[in-house]
């Protein structure tokens, strides 16, 4: 589960808002992966996700009931929530709201780094990219900048499957970017899956 090097999952999450609430919407996102064994030690890796938030019966896209994307769970290179629509003229730390369409993946191929297998670090290099677009703010004066076009990023990092749970450590560069994107060469993440 927290560092695989064969095999293939597939999820399918949906929500429905809307009985006893104010916000009112449907959602759904599918996710895979799949890891194939290159070599004994090396493994090669694809994931992707695609999501989409529809709001129902006359409401709008509440902030923060999109998708967001960047981060070390996602788009790495990328501050979190550092892509995808943004409030015109907000600052870049504050001005993201979030989409409705989310497309994203990671190519990654994990490899051993010459310490013994039962310290289970292992490196990795990867390219991670996406697109976060659409929002609908409904009668509002709010100006959007939002312009759908894919980001990518490429990297290396180290992962290691501890006593305490998966620690991350990851080196990014954002390839593909926008004016408006957040970056984030550095990421340490702990708790995820790999």
């Known amino acids: 589960r927290f560092d695989p090097r064969d095999g293939y999952f597939v999820t399918l999450d949906s929500h429905f808002s809307g009985v006893g609430g104010?916000?009112?919407?449907?959602?759904?996102?599918?996710?895979?992966?799949?890891?194939?064994?290159?070599?004994?030690?090396?493994?090669?890796?694809?994931?992707?996700?695609?999501?989409?938030?529809?709001?129902?019966?006359?409401?709008?896209?509440?902030?923060p009931d999109g998708f967001f994307l960047?981060?070390?769970?996602s788009l790495r290179g990328f501050d979190e929530h550092g892509v995808g629509p943004r409030e015109q003229g907000a600052k870049k730390k504050v001005g993201s709201i979030g989409g409705q369409f989310l497309w994203d993946g990671t190519v990654q191929a994990s490899f051993?780094?010459?310490?013994?297998?039962?310290?289970?670090?292992?490196?990795?290099?990867?390219?991670?990219?996406?697109?976060l677009t659409g929002y609908d703010p409904k009668d509002s004066d709010v100006k959007i900048n939002d312009d759908g076009s894919i980001r990518a990023s490429a990297g290396f990092g180290l992962t290691w499957v501890s006593p305490f749970g998966p620690l991350a450590i990851d080196l990014a560069y954002p390839v593909v970017r926008e004016s408006q994107d957040k970056i984030q060469y550095f990421s340490f993440s702990f708790g995820t899956n790999f």
């Open 70 to 73: 960047g981060g070390s769970d």
């Open 112 to 131: 051993p780094i010459g310490l013994p297998e039962e310290y289970q670090i292992r490196g990795r290099v990867f390219s991670d990219f996406g697109v």
């Open 22 to 63: 104010d916000v009112k919407y449907v959602s759904g996102s599918l996710k895979g992966g799949y890891f194939y064994p290159a070599t004994k030690s090396v493994t090669l890796s694809v994931t992707q996700e695609v999501g989409y938030i529809q709001p129902l019966f006359g409401d709008y896209l509440h902030y």
